[in-house]
């Protein structure tokens, strides 16, 4: 007599800051409180864990786009964490906020538009200040503190991904702890955050658009 293994079901997994939306999706992680914000990656399981074996298995931890000190760009920024045995490359970005969304490049004063941004296996592609980050032009509305943004990042192999990116204060990063006055159900994630160890303010990505 042969015995079958009864089917299961794939269900949403909440682990701390991390959310898990099920069999074949990609997790968002914002930070947590700093006591919690490592072990909670740590303990999160793989987003596409039914995908093939060897598949990229991407998880997009802390994105934000800090407040536009103009009305002319925007930028944000995220990490692209791989845990599968495959790499992957995003390919494009996109969002109602901009016509125009694009991966630029900073290196010292000059910034240049990059085709893409490699995630290798077992690895991270990285979009932060100074470095790699997202530009969106000519944003059609104003955004500011406490706002969302939709986001869609579409990967070679994964596809179409989209997020909802949190919008910061000017010089704030995730994990930054709530400014004096302000209540900490409003952070991200709706738990106070560590606060970071570096209080130094970000250089900006272009010059005259500081803060982005």
Do not use: W
């Amino acid at each position: 007599m042969k015995l079958f293994p009864l089917p299961r079901k794939a269900v949403p997994l909440a682990v701390g800051g991390v959310l898990a939306l099920g069999i074949g999706g990609v997790l968002v992680a914002c930070a947590g409180s700093g006591s919690s914000d490592s072990a909670d990656r740590k303990a999160a399981a793989p987003a596409n864990a039914g995908a093939a074996k060897g598949a990229p298995q991407l998880r997009i931890v802390d994105p934000y786009i800090p407040q536009p000190s103009s009305a002319d760009v925007a930028a944000g920024y995220l990490i692209v964490q791989n845990d599968g045995d495959t790499a992957d490359r995003l390919l494009s970005v996109a969002s109602p906020l901009s016509g125009e969304v694009m991966l630029h490049q900073t290196s010292g004063n000059s910034m240049q538009h990059v085709p893409g941004l490699d995630v290798p296996a077992h690895g991270k592609g990285v979009l932060a200040r100074g470095g790699n980050h997202i530009m969106f032009m000519s944003p059609n509305k104003a955004v500011k503190k406490g706002d969302t943004v939709p986001l869609t990042l579409t990967f070679q192999h994964t596809g179409p991904v989209t997020v909802q990116v949190p919008v910061l204060g000017v010089t704030e990063r995730p994990g930054d702890a709530p400014t004096a006055g302000t209540p900490a159900s409003t952070a991200p994630g709706g738990a106070a955050p560590a606060p970071e160890t570096s209080s130094a303010a970000p250089a900006a990505d272009h010059p005259g658009h500081a803060g982005h």
